[in-house]
């Protein structure tokens, strides 16, 4: 069953008619278009999951690992909110798309471009799609809701739920229909699902695209009244809890509605954790400047009959990867004149394949700060008492073995493999070139925040 897909995906991505996908589903019973659902936590980190080693007890996210796929070497296309969030939904280093500095704040201008192609977007008009949750890719002027980039409704907020005002946000894109209320916090990431469950029920005979962007476990906690004390992690072991029992009911009612042959659940993080949460083995945590811990985060799949039960994948693989992956399995063709960084990962999570990538960017804001490839890691910034420090410039090397035991990246080899090392220098001074002619700088915005803090603290002292 599942070489016969792979068989289908392969001719598909080599530019071949999508009819070998179709009449291989056929043979399976199902639809030749899955549905595509993404459940996008906030600052979830690697270790904050069962399957991860992690220590809160997520039983609905152990099941939907042991039927399907842990993916060991994901990483978010930036180590915070807004840049990884713009890759995911773009397949593009979110340098390309002018969102690759810091996050949009509350008093910030800056918007997704609208030339820019999302995965809602490309998938049409064969697909439903939907945004549930938070949006944090502009929310200024008169286009800026998901709406206007291929969704064709939204309900979320349009930033993380510690800015304010924190309006929620209802819009249809076919009626025009656009409106907001407060929001209530211990409420939020329950009607963020009960919406998307909506959706789904409404177009159950219809490929549909789910994003369900919870905006949880991000601080400050808020776990809903049943969660409060479910766990010795305090709240934010609760909100993990309320969200392991959101993905508990979303593949039920995927069962239910008999779409589970149909269907294809993908549950991953933006960004590492940040003040709270575990990053597991992994060094560093959400906004770290190069070490795993702010990039690599949980990745589950979830696809009966597409995906071998109790699967495992070391292969790396990145956000930016979606989009592409999508439009192989759903027989679309990728946009036209645009520039895409992922690449089609469905042979890996189907069919055990190697990553289709030599290697993975890691950028920190504007600036390419690390590389990896299936074996090394080759880090060159670290945060160090209020300091951005470059590792290259001060002659320490770092090079890790993450096949080799150190997944922590606590012992650079870089003196025992000179000829890694210079491959990795090649690798990194020609992703800055490549790069560099998309970089803005410090937005106007970010700028002005930055000094109000600046003569804050000269004005505590």
Avoid at 229 to 242: N, Q
Avoid at 352 to 380: C, M, Q
Wanted: hydrophobic fraction near 35%; aromatic fraction near 8%; proline fraction near 7%.
């Amino acid at each position: 069953m599942v070489v016969l897909l792979a068989s289908a995906v392969i001719l598909n991505a080599g530019g071949v008619s999508p009819v070998a996908v179709t009449r291989s589903d056929r043979m399976q019973g199902r639809r030749a278009r899955p549905n595509f659902i993404v459940v996008l936590c906030d600052d979830l980190g690697y270790g904050d999951i069962e399957p991860n080693g992690g220590s809160i007890p997520t039983p609905a996210i152990n099941r939907m690992a042991h039927e399907g796929l842990v993916a060991t070497d994901y990483y978010t296309p930036a180590n915070i909110c807004t840049p990884s969030r713009a890759g995911l939904l773009t397949g593009r280093y979110p340098v390309r798309t002018g969102l690759g500095y810091e996050v949009i704040l509350a008093n910030d201008d800056r918007v997704l471009p609208l030339s820019e192609r999302t995965i809602a977007a490309v998938l049409k008009p064969e697909y439903a799609t939907g945004l549930f949750g938070k949006w944090h890719l502009g929310h200024t002027g008169d286009k800026w809701l998901p709406t206007n980039y291929g969704f064709d409704v939204f309900y979320g907020i349009p930033y993380s739920h510690d800015m304010v005002p924190l309006p929620v946000w209802d819009a249809d894109a076919k009626t025009g229909m656009a409106r907001s209320q407060q929001a209530d916090l211990p409420m939020l990431q329950q009607q963020f699902y009960a919406h998307a469950e909506s959706f789904i029920e409404s177009h159950r005979s219809e490929p549909f695209f789910v994003e369900l962007a919870l905006s949880a476990p991000h601080l400050p906690e808020h776990p809903q009244g049943e969660f409060k004390g479910s766990s010795k992690a305090g709240p934010y072991g609760d909100v993990v809890r309320e969200i392991d029992s959101i993905i508990g009911r979303l593949l039920a009612k995927i069962r239910a509605l008999d779409l589970g042959n149909d269907t294809i659940v993908i549950l991953t993080s933006d960004n590492g954790p940040w003040f709270e949460g575990s990053s597991g083995p992994l060094r560093d945590r959400k906004g770290g400047a190069s070490y795993d811990g702010g990039y690599r985060v949980p990745f589950v799949a979830w696809a009966p009959g597409r995906i071998k039960p109790g699967s495992k994948t070391s292969a790396i693989m990145c956000g930016i990867d979606l989009m592409p992956t999508f439009c192989t399995l759903a027989a679309r063709n990728l946009p036209k004149d645009v520039e895409l960084d992922g690449r089609d990962i469905s042979r890996v999570l189907m069919a055990g394949a190697a990553s289709p990538h030599d290697s993975i960017l890691l950028f920190n804001n504007e600036d390419v700060v690390a590389i990896r490839t299936p074996r090394w890691k080759y880090d060159t910034h670290v945060y160090y008492r209020g300091l951005s420090l470059n590792l290259e410039r001060e002659d320490w090397l770092e090079l890790f073995d993450l096949t080799g035991g150190d997944i922590s990246e606590s012992y650079s080899v870089a003196a025992n493999h000179p000829d890694v090392v210079r491959d990795m220098q090649t690798r990194l001074k020609q992703a800055r070139e490549t790069f560099a002619p998309f970089k803005r700088g410090i937005p106007p915005s970010i700028r002005k925040t930055l000094e109000q803090m600046r003569q804050q603290g000269q004005h505590q002292d």
